[in-house]
T-cell receptor, first 111, second 115 residues
């Protein structure tokens, strides 16, 4: 049973536009959420996180929104750049233990 | 400022052989994690250390797998009697012990191929 779901395996966005990546979770014990970016043959790189006490966190071009009642979070990238093309993973945790990841969304930024 | 390092980056082994991977975390990070990632999946948690204590093991960590962090610094993951199903990317991550922030920083991974 997947506790963190990313239902879009891929997403194509034009350069300069907004990219929106979505993630749903089922475990009510999760209270901290993270987004990672991964290039081929590299480990995941931490992008941005959000605690369940907040509903928005912003860092430069990246903003994460959390809707606790819907158990949904999203990552907004504005404006999208060619270097943003990668696989994006949503992850969740209830504390200092292991992260639970989704299967990832492959973001393709088209020129 | 060095990140998490893993050695080797690639390992090809024959079924039935033992393999050992090493992870060096970011210095002064007291939490260290091992994950496994297969094609088309996200990383899956295997085990976690706080300093030298192994605090949690996933049910994915069969008895052929053992992990150690003897001095609370680097860690090793050993797989005994490898099987083809063990072929995957093995990722290590570390995290500082700071309040309620749970960011983990990953190394480049060790890709294991069992033939």
């Amino acid at each position: 049973d997947q506790q963190v779901k990313q239902n879009s395996p891929s997403l194509s966005v034009q350069e300069g536009r907004i990219s929106i990546l979505n993630c749903d979770y089922t475990n009510s014990m999760f209270d901290y959420f993270l987004w990672y970016k991964k290039y081929p043959a590299e480990g995941p790189t931490f992008l941005i996180s959000i605690s369940s006490i907040k509903d928005k966190n912003e860092d430069g071009r990246f903003t994460v929104f959390l809707n606790k009642s819907a158990k949904h979070l999203s990552l907004h990238i504005v404006p999208s750049q060619p270097g943003d093309s990668a696989v994006y993973f949503c992850a969740a945790t209830g504390g200092a233990d292991g992260l639970t990841f989704g299967k990832g969304t492959h973001l393709i930024i088209q020129p | 400022d060095t990140g998490v390092s893993q050695d080797p980056r690639h390992k090809i082994t024959k079924r039935g052989q033992n393999v050992t991977f090493r992870c060096d975390p970011i210095s002064e990070h007291n939490r260290l994690y091992w994950y496994r990632q297969t094609l088309g999946q996200g990383p899956e948690f295997l085990t976690y250390f706080q300093n030298e204590a192994q605090l949690e093991k996933s049910r994915l960590l069969s008895d052929r797998f053992s992990a150690e962090r003897p001095k609370g610094s680097f860690s090793t993951l050993e797989i005994q009697r490898t099987e083809q199903g063990d072929s995957a990317m093995y990722l290590c991550a570390s995290s500082p012990h700071t309040g309620t922030a749970y960011e983990q920083y990953f190394g480049p991974g060790t890709r294991l191929t069992v033939t």
